[in-house]
């Protein structure tokens, strides 16, 4: 099973994230919106970091990062061979 993640997931939770903090500083104060956005942009950049050690935690298996030539060269076998 091969799972993905599309770029289109994470343009939305970079920007779901100010979005979200501006509704947070408009309904709770402007404080309350800057922590949001402090927070949220720490566990992003920790989540990215942590990401390889986390995918096997969760089950997702390996999310080595694979170069074009190989994984093309990879596809190609894999069609030859089916």
């Known amino acids: 099973m091969e799972q993905r993640c599309l770029l289109v997931n994470v343009w939305l939770a970079w920007v779901g994230l100010p979005l979200l903090a501006l509704v947070l500083g ?8 800057v922590v949001a956005l402090v ?8 989540y990215i970091r942590w990401l390889p050690r986390l995918s096997r935690l969760l089950g997702y298996g390996s999310v080595e990062d694979v ?3 190989a994984f093309l060269s ?3 076998s894999h069609r ?3």
């Open 67 to 69: 170069a074009l030539a």
């Open 74 to 76: 990879n596809a190609a």
């Open 80 to 82: 030859a061979g089916a």
């Open 39 to 46: 927070v949220g942009a720490v566990f992003q950049v920790l």
């Open 26 to 33: 408009l309904r709770a104060g402007w404080i309350v919106g």
